[in-house]
């Protein structure tokens, strides 16, 4: 059983071992998001979603948004639930489950996905981007998932572009998930709109959208150009809702990545949206369990 | 004989296999940049250097400040030596020497220095950045020098840190080394004084450059988190003629990495100086031929 726990949404999903999403769900997050109560809630979806082949389990596999410590199964930040402090998440579904419980966040779990079913397959290193509200990472290198030494890399949306710049919710300045994300339409210039309405207005070839998504597509551009100078890697995937609105913004991304990063470097580069879409994390997911 | 090329000067050492120095001498590089012919000078220094042990040889290791191709002993690009471009460096050295020629980017070597005899030994994971004319990285991850896919990982003193900001002389705005290098006295505020002005002025008191070196600190700390949030790595060393100054800037840094990191990762960071100083990337030179 497969869960992605997204800022508004949970999704649900059964997939078998060769990666085929069985069946799926998707409800809101409602108000309540005290941990212990929104747990005990999922563990009760989890229960009528798989039925009478709860048994047959293999295990659960969840991604969230934010820094988790894999190894321990403790949640330990997520900006969307900003009351969570090293929720002992595993555990607290061990009560629930005889079935192994694994977590991890969000982009990793995705990064997983796109290497096992996605466009990342037999790729040894590259890097996951997931583009919504903020921009998480993913990295593999040598084949496997590179998390770090706390379980922490890839937290690229804080990467700072511009040192005193715009003012991010984390309360730091100029994180690229500010210029690069969903945030990005939350200047004077969108004047309200959001990410979802550039999008649609730029698909009906409205002039002031392309405009945004042109600026957007350089912002994200300087960022990879950044990961690329200093990890190496040549290919970037780009899950997350925001890869869907690619077509206005890649040509500007790459334009932006060629004028930051080495001639040889960039002729090497590979920036494609993911194949999976919005499956990569539930596949990811199920693939935390098939892998034990 | 470990070879240290400089944007000014050239370093050549003897080495024993256990990585004491037995004797070393450095020469200002002359106008004569002429790839061909610089090398063909460098081979007569390290002749005259070795004297009579020449046979005696295990190897010749060259550290040089750009981008170079490990495996295939090729130098792609110096920002120092703008007409060197997709230098053969090895094979020529080959032509004049029977034993083993390794070159790499001195940051890499310097790093690889660090981990065999000083400030890294025994760590897994750790950046060494070489703080000088511009700031080179050299990145270890799982106890090796993680190159990247090309051999350009760890290129951080081009990662933009301002979009827009100050104009570098690689030809891009707003790159880390324009802040926290040498290139960080280029400003009008600084009336034409220099890094090394500037450190002797903070060592006489002088308010001015205690602000300069905290500003300094300011800015490296921004591009020291950036690659804690992106690799998750603890360790950093800093080398390179600067970290001399590191009285005057280490505690700044830190407060700026603070402000940008989150807790648990910044409370496990240490930052601290070389302590081979200017001979890490000499130690590391060495190494790559004893490793052999």
New interface residues.
Partial sequence: MAVDVGGTHLRIAMVDSGGTILAQSKERVGAEREPRKFFADLAASIRKRAGARLSELAGIGLGLPG?CDQKKGIV??LPHYPEWQDIPAAAWMREEFVCPILLDNDANMAAAGEHWMGAARGLK?FWMLTLGTGIG?GLF?NGEL???????????G??????N?RLCPCG?RGCWEM?AASHAASTAASGGATIEEWARAADKGDKAAQKFWREYGS?LG?GI???A??????HYILGGGISNAASHFLKEALTSIR??V?T??AE?MVVHPSTLKENSNLLGCALSVFKL
């Avoid at 100078?229 to 040549?234: K, Y």
Wanted: hydrophobic share 35%; glycine share 12%.
């Fill in positions: 820094i330990h930040q290193n990472g290198l590179w998390r770090g030494e706390s379980g922490f890399a890839g937290e690229v804080h990467m700072t572009v511009v040192v710049g730091k210029y912002y300087e150009a950044n990961l100078l200093i990890t190496d890697v040549e004028k930051k080495y040889k470097l090497r």
